[in-house]
């Protein structure tokens, strides 16, 4: 089984530092915000509730983002 093949978002809105991108038939969005050149967040929704309890970055070169997050 391929993500690809079982999540066909589509790209529908490119604002400022976030891309939204929904799953009609779902209606589920991914939200990914660009809050720096190498971390990324990613918001999933299902309507206007959020589909998982948490959200996660994505930060390349890093072991990992600290648990208790990042100074802002």
């Known amino acids: ?5 079982s ?4 790209l529908t809105e490119e ?5 939204v991108f929904k799953l009609p038939e779902e209606n589920i969005d ?4 660009v809050l ?3 971390i990324v967040r990613v ?3 299902k309507g206007e509730q959020p589909k998982i309890d948490k959200t996660w970055l994505v930060a ?3 072991e990992d ?8």
């Open 1 to 5: 089984m391929s993500i690809k093949n």
């Open 7 to 10: 999540y066909l978002f589509q």
């Open 15 to 19: 604002k400022d530092n976030c891309l």
């Open 30 to 33: 991914a939200r990914c915000y």
């Open 36 to 38: 720096e050149e190498d």
């Open 43 to 45: 918001f999933v929704t």
């Open 60 to 62: 390349p070169g890093l």
């Open 65 to 72: 983002v600290p648990f208790n997050g990042r100074d802002r």
